[in-house]
């Protein structure tokens, strides 16, 4: 079998190479710009083939390193060419259908000879790598074996996010020392370390622990979380648990103010601390953030996770409990293993397989993450004989333990497909610990060309499908505590974020763990963090002229980057990716049109007022973020040339009264968060959104001029696929009913907001049961009346109501089935609001009821008997409301942790 493995490896490379040499040679023999690119797009597929290949490859010398290395920058240059070509062919067609041709003509004669120049220097270029690269062929037919890949087996699962075993007693023990208040103890905090190397599952175990309801109904005040990593900060750790205290944004760089305004938030209350992944060693950066949380109350617990004993024994001795979080057992790993290489039921049916599985268990020396992701490595095949060269491979022979599961890892990395390589060394681009949030990570991944559309699937569909790959294999990590998957942030373990470092070698520079000595021309992909490389001239004077993305990581208040637009938009003229978030720019020069391969332009929370319409000729430009430019007054009147745009983003808050008609152009546009409606001359109409196949979130806000109310029952949002829609009419004028009919949404919706509706009368889809899968309404009108249709959705789990002209809630409100899965509900600016009516089975109305919230309701005199709240807050209304409360038997039962109240 083994022969038979390095004849089927020799007979790879000497095909991939015999195809490399007849292609060079087809090349120096053809004449023809565009037949050359063609042949440049089958030199780029085998290239890819061979670099693949080469990478899986268990020991490369020297020699070899240098020649994939020249093939991954072969693969790039071939990759430009082609853009460059396609992209010039797509802006002549463009400029050709529209009125910008006679004003600027992109291949007027003088064009025509730079393009041609160009193309030609670049094409040049690429046949003379590829002759470079075949002097040395050699090199690669001579290349040891490796592992066969696995045979194509069906996925059948579904991503499991959190599969957890065998830490049931580790944490009963850990949720007992938190609920255990040691009157003996003469100490404010207490603190317990779980100490253990990298993939043991310290954080999962913590995960289990902080989110036990023993816990959170122990410490009713501020339960928190934050991830530390390697640079401990007092100051920005004060801050971060000063953001999660008071769930607000701080913007204080005075370490003694936020130290303050925190001992303030705790003071005398018990609270849980969660620090993840803690690495400091430094008993004086301990012993500042100490002394600022010893002010709680007593029974206050800080639970630390980090890898090394030191940590814990610098917290203190009196006052600091280890835990050595354990290996898991044989049994228990071979279940974790069983889990993701077969699922629930399957194993019964291999057997064979199973008594190779539980020999490979026994190597992962009991680390989980081990285990899972050679379970989920191996569930893609049913092939014993890959089965068993897992089992027989070298890197059990490493004596280091860490090091023994890196190797597990990158085995794991070697059989992923080329995209997924691709896709997961991205995250090398940020900080370890950094939280990434999935639907931009996709969208870089797309604009990096990692992720494309292919048959009846776009580019965010294959880019899901990736992601959840890669989290089902542990590649990624995702938050736990996030409601939206789409939006959730995301992390990777500290030993899957070291194996994507080695992977990504040269490409990839961050300036969280690079140092600028390191950046080389040849650098694709940078990143940039505030404080760690305070003057980008340092980075130019390195001319990494071919860098792809660029990152920076500013806070949304910073303004401190260093960076001159003019000489990016001149010298990075390869940039795909441009993230420029946070870093106070108050103007685009009109030279960005030089960024042709642009696929993804993020100008998050600047000051930009005006775009320059040079952004316009921006042709392969996808996804462009304006959000939070609250200066924002003004875009390009020729928006709609901009036909491969697929995401614009403007989120509410800016200056903005229109946007410029032609809209309906934009044919690949999939997400609009905000339309503003306008009369004004030369803005958009609203029915131009009727052909767009528009999805996710969505704003339609009505300007103060709008009167054009009818839309001629065209239903122009039936055939969105949106999951929130928030409709903002201007407040005045008899349209409303007419217009809301108009926006009569799809069934997918499960947010719904609605505010400043005048109209007495709801149009048809309100009055009747259409939208069965909303989980959130918001109502903010004028119209005297609740709509019925509320009280019989199923799965509402939030409510809000600020509505005039209702005096009176009751059977109208609720109906007689009540709201099964109302969780949260709000009464908020109802001044007219007299009455909530008495039952006597209101706690088979509101079963599941736990947050209430009556905020400005100056007049509200009664309220019914609500046991199962667990949170009520009572805001700016009459003192008599506390009586009426008392009288009504509300807090009858009840076990309510959180209670605020604030009356006249």
């Not at 995401?647 to 546009?669: A, F, K, Q, Y």
């Not at 929130?724 to 947010?751: A, C, Q, R, V």
Request: glycine share 4%; net charge neutral; hydrophobic share 35%.
């Amino acid at each position: 079998m083994a022969g038979a493995l390095v004849g089927a490896t020799a007979g790879f490379f000497a095909n991939k190479v015999a195809i490399l040499v007849e292609l060079d040679e087809k090349l120096k023999a053809m004449a023809g710009t565009k037949r050359k690119i063609e042949k440049f797009k089958e030199l780029l597929t085998n290239t890819d083939s061979v670099i693949q290949n080469v990478e899986s490859r268990p020991s490369i010398n020297p020699d070899v390193k240098e020649l994939l290395k020249k093939l991954k920058y072969l693969a790039y240059d071939l990759e430009d060419v082609v853009d460059y070509y396609d992209t010039k062919v797509l802006q002549k067609k463009q400029r050709s259908n529209t009125a910008l041709r006679p004003v600027r003509d992109f291949f007027s004669p003088n064009n025509q000879v730079v393009f041609k120049s160009r193309i030609g220097s670049m094409i040049k270029a690429i046949t003379e790598s590829l002759e470079s690269i075949l002097l040395q062929k050699s090199i690669l037919l001579n290349l040891p074996p490796g592992m066969s890949q696995p045979s194509p087996y069906r996925e059948n699962h579904s991503r499991n996010r959190f599969v957890v075993k065998g830490r049931e007693p580790e944490k009963q023990m850990i949720v007992n020392m938190l609920i255990d208040d040691d009157e003996s103890s003469h100490d404010t905090v207490k603190v317990i370390a779980i100490v253990g190397m990298g993939g043991l599952g310290k954080t999962t175990l913590a995960q289990l622990v902080y989110n036990d309801q023993r816990v959170q109904d122990h410490f009713a005040s501020p339960t928190m979380w934050t991830v530390v990593g390697a640079e401990f900060d007092p100051a920005n750790i004060m801050k971060s648990v000063l953001e999660l205290t008071t769930e607000a944004t701080v913007n204080i760089s005075e370490i003694d103010l936020v130290r303050q305004k925190l001992e303030k938030a705790l003071s005398g209350k018990r609270f849980l601390l969660v620090l993840d992944d803690v690495w400091n060693e430094d008993q004086e950066k301990w012993d500042v953030l100490k002394a600022t949380l010893i002010c709680g109350a007593k029974g206050s617990k800080i639970l630390v996770t980090t890898r090394s004993q030191n940590v814990s024994s610098i917290m203190g001795s009196s006052n600091t409990t280890t835990h050595q979080i354990q290996q898991l057992s044989k049994d228990d790993c071979l279940s974790l293993f069983q889990q993701f290489a077969f699922g629930d039921n399957e194993a019964d049916d291999h057997q064979n397989l199973m008594e190779i599985g539980g020999k490979i268990v026994e190597k992962c020396g009991g680390v989980p993450l081990a285990a899972k992701s050679l379970g989920s490595m191996l569930r893609g095949t049913r092939d014993e004989t890959y089965w068993s060269s897992v089992l027989k491979s070298e890197i059990w022979q490493l004596r280091d333990e860490e090091q023994k599961v890196l190797a597990v890892l990158k085995l794991s990395y070697d059989v992923l497909s080329p995209q997924s390589k691709k896709c997961f060394t991205f995250g090398s681009l940020f900080p370890k610990d950094y939280p990434m949030r999935k639907d931009e990570l996709i969208k870089l991944w797309i604009a990096n060309d990692f992720v494309r559309s292919e048959g009846n699937f776009d580019a965010e569909t294959n880019g899901n499908h990736i992601f959840d790959d890669l989290v089902r294999r542990s590649f990624f990590l995702l938050d736990l505590f996030e409601d939206d998957p789409n939006v959730a942030n995301i992390t990777m373990h500290d030993l899957m974020h070291d194996l994507a470092r080695s992977e990504s070698a040269y490409a990839y520079w961050n300036s969280y763990q690079d140092s600028v000595e390191v950046i080389q021309k040849r650098a694709y992909h940078l990143q940039v963090v505030e404080g760690k490389l305070p003057d980008m001239t340092q980075v130019f004077g390195k001319k990494p002229l071919y860098l792809r993305t660029f990152m920076s990581l500013m806070p949304r208040y910073s303004s401190s980057l260093s960076i001159n637009l003019l000489e990016v938009f001149s010298k990075l003229k390869y940039l795909r990716a441009l993230d420029l978030t946070g870093c106070g720019i108050r103007k685009i020069s009109a030279s960005i049109e030089n960024l042709i391969h642009l696929r993804y332009l993020n100008l998050y929370y600047n000051t930009i007022e005006v775009l320059p319409d040079s952004i316009t000729y921006l042709s392969n430009l996808q996804y462009l973020n304006l959000g939070f430019n609250h200066e924002l007054r003004e875009l390009p009147k020729e928006l709609g040339n901009m036909q491969n745009l697929r995401e614009l983003d403007l989120v509410m808050d800016n200056r903005l009264i229109h946007i410029p008609c032609g809209l309906s152009r934009l044919t690949n546009l999939r997400s609009l968060p905000v339309f503003i409606a306008s009369d004004k001359t030369g803005a958009c109409s609203i029915r131009e959104l009727e052909d767009l196949k528009l999805q996710g979130e969505m704003i339609i806000k009505f300007s103060d001029d709008f009167k054009n109310y009818s839309c001629s029952g065209r239903k122009i949002l039936k055939n969105k696929v949106l999951n929130k829609l928030l409709i903002e009419f201007n407040g005045s004028g008899s349209y409303h009913k007419d217009m809301l009919d108009d926006l009569s949404p799809n069934t997918t919706l499960k947010k719904l907001h609605i505010s400043n509706y005048t109209s007495p009368q709801f149009p048809t889809w309100m009055k009747e049961l259409q939208l069965p899968n909303l989980v959130e309404v918001h109502l903010h009108c004028s119209c005297g009346h609740i709509p019925p249709p509320f009280r019989n959705l199923q799965s509402l789990k939030r409510l809000t109501f600020s509505m005039h002209g209702i005096t009176h809630l009751g059977a109208e409100f609720h109906g007689s089935g009540g709201f099964p899965s109302l969780q949260e509900l709000k009464l908020s600016r109802m001044d007219d609001l007299q009455e909530w009516s008495e039952s006597h089975v209101d706690d088979q109305l509101f079963p599941s009821l736990r947050w209430l919230h009556i905020f400005r309701c100056p007049n509200l005199k009664s309220t019914p008997r609500l046991p199962t709240l667990r949170h009520l807050e009572i805001l700016c209304c009459s003192q008599s409301i506390l009586s009426c409360i008392d009288n009504s038997n509300l807090f009858l039962g009840m076990k309510c942790s959180t209670f605020k109240c604030f009356v006249h």
